[in-house]
């Protein structure tokens, strides 16, 4: 039986020349999602062009890298897990002035793929531009915002609601602002989050590293760095870690639902042994 919740694997995304900047949208309506999930590698030295999206508000986190974000008018350094928060109809870019090749993992919410965004280009960015930075706090809240991962406490999650999650936070939510979602998850070896569904949203992840085992409906897959996976709403699903000495890092987005009781979430029990024995072909 083939998969009903196929995992999508980057790798499998890139054209034959990886040298220049890549822009992916591995989630889209094309996996049933009516929010796109982007995956993007900026190169050191590359300018970015200043871009609207009229449509939606777009989501993301800096995975490895630095450099300096634009929201509005607003210049602010960026930082390996910074987190963005970008309103609809408000102009933004990054730009990657590191000496290495940094990656940024976000979501388009509402939006079905690229064109459903209402994206423009409305200029270019100059490297003199990117030397005067505004203080974080100095930030339009009405535009966006920027808060690292780092500055923000690890949820205190109910075990016996299947939570097993060593490390849960959720940098953006409707307690700055936003109406969907960002998580951040860290499962250490024997950690797992057991079965669940959200009746009210749909799920997008994506796997930063790890290896572990995912259940999505009759769906059993291995999973490791470099996965989406989406989650339809009111689909059950879990996640487990199989490797004995790794961690499985993973972010992700609840679709337009400002926070975990906002996405329906019912706890649907233990995964079982046999759980972890079968693997969908």
Not at 134 to 160: A, L, T, W, Y
Not at 180 to 185: G, N, P, Q, V, Y
């Amino acid at each position: 039986m083939s998969l009903i919740y196929p995992l999508i694997n980057v790798e499998n995304l890139f054209g034959k020349d990886r040298e220049k900047s890549d822009f992916l949208t591995p989630i889209t309506d094309a996996q049933g999602s009516s929010t796109t999930a982007f995956y993007s590698i900026s190169k050191p030295g590359n300018l970015p062009h200043i871009y609207r999206h009229n449509n939606c508000d777009v989501l993301s986190i800096l995975l490895s890298g630095s450099g300096v974000y634009g929201i509005g008018n607003q210049r602010i350094s960026a930082r390996q897990g910074d987190c963005g928060f970008v309103t609809k109809g408000t102009e933004h870019f990054f730009a990657n002035s590191s000496n290495d090749a940094s990656l940024m993992v976000g979501f388009f919410i509402g939006a079905k793929d690229i064109d459903a965004t209402g994206v423009e280009v409305t200029g270019s960015i100059s490297t003199n531009e990117l030397t005067n930075k505004n203080e974080r706090n100095q930030v339009k809240q009405k535009d966006g915002f920027i808060v690292n991962i780092d500055d923000i406490n690890p949820e205190d999650m109910d075990e016996s609601d299947g939570w097993k999650i060593t490390d849960f936070r959720l940098p953006i939510s409707a307690k700055n602002g936003s109406s969907s979602t960002l998580f951040r998850a860290r499962f250490m070896p024997g950690a797992i989050h057991k079965k669940h569904c959200h009746k009210n949203c749909d799920e997008i992840y994506y796997i930063i590293s790890g290896h572990g085992l995912a259940g999505a409906g009759s769906d059993r897959v291995e999973v490791h760095g470099g996965h989406f996976h989406f989650i339809p709403k009111g689909v059950e699903h879990w996640l487990h870690n199989l490797s004995k000495t790794d961690p499985i890092e993973v972010v992700g987005v609840y679709c337009e639902a400002g926070s975990v009781a906002d996405t329906g979430y019912v706890y649907m029990g233990d995964v079982t042994t046999k759980d972890l024995e079968e693997r969908t072909k």
